[in-house]
């Protein structure tokens, strides 16, 4: 039987979150890369006993609340969001089942089996973000399909999106009327895109 990507995507307001990032080193500072590019106004705490110097420069640009100590569990109260970034497996292990048993989302770096979500690649244009998974088997793919996606969709998507929802609400009808009409209102988007492509390549 074919293997298939059973994750749900969601988009998560993650500055309405608390997110804790166990660990200070290299790992931390990409996942915290990856996450404030994405979400700028998320916020985060990190606790370690030391940190690379990148995330001490940036802490305050970020806006981190860094707590020097290595880590316990009581750091966990009031998170919603914690990635387990340390050097040392035993500790990733214990943070993943610290948080199993208070049913805080968890995500150990680079351990898909103790993992609740993976940080998958996205694209951010305007409003429209694209998020990317692999199921956790290829960040590398993950990050070639970011690319592309980067590159054919059109820079004026988010002057698109804005005009839709200024079109949406001045239609009359019920829920169901309203997605008929857009539907039939954006049907040649994909191929007008493809058209436009096209063109810029010869």
Known sequence: MEERNELYPVFLKVHNLETLIVGGGKVALEKLGFLLKSSPNAKV??????FDSQII???SAWKLNLIHDTYDQKYLSGK???IATTDDPKVNVQVYKDCRTKHILV???DNPPYCDFYMGGIVTKGNVKIGISTNGKSPTTAKRLRQFFEEVIPDDIDELVKNLNSYRKTIKGDFEEKVEKLNEFTKGLVSNTKVKKKKENN
């Open 107 to 109: 995500n150990v770096a």
């Open 80 to 82: 919603h969001i914690v």
């Open 45 to 50: 705490s990190v606790v370690a006993p030391s």
């Open 57 to 59: 420069e940036k802490a």
